[in-house]
């Protein structure tokens, strides 16, 4: 059997260590109240606006996806101020300032954020699209199943004398913390498909909206967050219905309090 000798031995503390560190779900799952119960505190939220600076996005019949992104970003911001002071809420940018993928992900793992909030705009090859409405992005775990048949696959390298030179260090430990990351991402998976599902209830049956529902695709700024996490497409900004919702105000704050009932929900399964 491939599972039994990683798990003979206690997870070494270094990896302890480096999970509470850098996944803040790892160090909440751990935490224990007096009564030896696990307690899950809900305290941080990252919020994303995507683009910025050199990087306009997406562009619309008058304007582009880096602009409605960050007017997005700031009135939820700011609405979670008013509605949730409760919150320790971060920006990855608040100007029209360029942030690399994974300097996004670097501040909401450094803050320890419980949830990444990403926000984005849609749009179709066509100049003009006909298409219309929300769609909810979160990583694809398959990529890490993937990386688990791998491992699997590998371990019959174990019976080989000197494995570890012949195979540049790849040994237990290495498998091991690759099974333990994976298994904190799967986690993950399913807490960013309950928030996802939350909020595209919001979307359609309380605002309205079309909404192609919540997906997987492979996207970086989510697969280096150790955290659940969400890229929200607010709506396809070369559809020009869609574009003058995205640029209102009216429209803009129908996103946002759309977001914060779902993050409320969210919050609120978790008794915190």
Do not use: W
């Not at 997870?11 to 480096?18: K, Q, R």
């Not at 926000?119 to 090859?125: A, G, L, V």
């Not at 260090?169 to 690759?178: I, L, Q, S, V």
């Amino acid at each position: 059997m491939f599972f039994r000798p990683l798990f003979k031995a206690p997870l070494p503390a270094f990896i302890i260590l480096f999970f509470a560190g850098v996944c803040p779900a790892f160090a909440q799952s751990t935490s224990k109240t007096n009564d030896s119960t696990p307690s899950f505190q809900f305290k941080t939220i990252v919020i994303d606006p995507g683009h910025g600076g050199k990087d306009p996005g997406a562009h619309g019949g008058y304007s582009n996806e880096k602009a409605v992104a960050l007017s997005i970003g700031k009135k939820l911001r700011d609405a979670l101020n008013d509605q949730m002071p409760y919150l320790n809420v971060i920006m990855t940018r608040s100007t029209d300032k360029f942030i690399e993928l994974h300097t996004r992900a670097q501040i909401a793992n450094d803050s320890k954020a419980n949830l990444f909030i990403s926000i984005h705009c849609n749009s179709t090859p066509q100049r003009i699209g006909t298409r219309r409405g929300a769609m909810l992005l979160l990583y694809g775990f398959h990529r890490k199943q993937e990386q688990l048949e791998a491992l699997r696959e590998n371990a019959s390298i174990y019976q080989e004398k000197d494995y570890q030179q012949k195979y540049n260090g790849y040994g237990e430990d290495a498998a091991m913390n690759a099974i333990v990351l994976a298994a904190f991402q799967q986690r993950y998976r399913k807490q960013s498909v309950q928030f996802g599902e939350l909020l595209n209830t919001e979307f359609t049956e309380t605002d309205g909206r079309a909404s192609a529902g919540v997906k997987e695709q492979g996207v970086l700024v989510l697969q280096q967050s150790g955290m659940p996490g969400l890229l929200i497409e607010t709506g396809y900004i070369n559809n020009a219905e869609d574009e003058r919702y995205l640029n209102s105000d009216e429209g803009q704050n129908q996103i946002v309090q759309s977001i914060i009932r779902a993050i409320k929900k969210y919050k609120a399964g978790f008794g915190s």
